[in-house]
T-cell receptor, first 115, second 115 residues
Framework: EPEVTQTPSHQVTQMGQEVILRCVPI?????FYWYRQILGQKVEFLVS????????KSEIFDDQFSVERPDGSNFTLKIRSTKLEDSAMYFC?????????????FGPGTRLTVT | AQSVTQLGSHVSVSEGALVLLRCNYS??????LFWYVQYPNQGLQLLLK??????LVKGINGFEAEFKKSETSFHLTKPSAHMSDAAEYFC?????????????FGQGTTLQVKP
């Protein structure tokens, strides 16, 4: 069964460093998402991406964040200068959205720890 | 703005007992509603979804949920808990008029199943 994959599973970085989180969505999907979950808090929407551009972003997704689909398979989230409060589990998801309520398929997540 | 409330961050049941996980949403227009499950070290997996067809929705692994507009609720139930049901459960909504299908999640409920 097709699945969304994410690498790395755990990333430790120092405050101020840049990190890139990588995702490989399901191959025929057209809509891509990043969510995050700070320990003990809700899963929060960060950004959605369609047709090579951001279609919606949350207030969390400020200028420190960017997303890219550099080739036909990868979908990346970059944090330019990490802060302690960026420590969280980051989930990638993808959807075909052939209908308005099609399922989003989630990856296993990348745990980002900023020290 | 849409919001989702899951009552009870931890629920503990005995094996064979009824499982009831509560979810309430706030929206003037009934949204699309979803329940996701997360097993340790895995991504979120869709259990079931409500898209305005039948109000009682059946999902995988014997779970079902009932949409009650008057109560703005979408509680998840299973008649008889198995040890393998121990996981974290997330209720989520998606606005009907959303162009992106972004999900808004509840806080999550950890289900413990005792032998």
């Amino acid at each position: 069964e097709p699945e969304v994959t994410q690498t790395p599973s755990h990333q430790v970085t120092q405050m101020g460093q840049e990190v890139i989180l990588r995702c490989v969505p399901i191959s025929n999907h057209l809509y891509f998402y990043w969510y995050r979950q700070i320990l003990g808090q809700k899963v929060e929407f960060l950004v959605s991406f369609y047709n090579n551009e951001i279609s919606e972003k949350s207030e969390i997704f400020d200028d420190q964040f960017s997303v890219e689909r550099p080739d036909g398979s990868n979908f990346t989230l970059k944090i330019r200068s990490t802060k302690l409060e960026d420590s969280a589990m980051y989930f990638c998801a993808s959807s075909s959205r052939t209908g308005p309520f099609d399922e989003q398929y989630f990856g296993p997540g990348t745990r980002l720890t900023v020290t | 703005a849409q919001s989702v409330t899951q009552l009870g961050s931890h629920v503990s049941v005995s094996e064979g007992a009824l499982v009831l996980l509560r979810c309430n949403y706030s929206s003037s227009v009934p949204p699309y509603l979803f329940w996701y499950v997360q097993y340790p070290n895995q991504g979120l997996q869709l259990l079931l979804k409500y898209t305005s067809a039948a109000t009682l929705v059946k999902g995988i692994n014997g779970f079902e949920a009932e949409f009650k507009k008057s109560e703005t609720s979408f509680h998840l139930t299973k008649p008889s808990a198995h040890m393998s049901d121990a996981a974290e459960y997330f209720c989520a909504v998606s606005e009907r008029l959303s162009n992106t299908g972004k999900l808004i999640f509840g806080q999550g409920t950890t289900l413990q199943v005792k032998p």
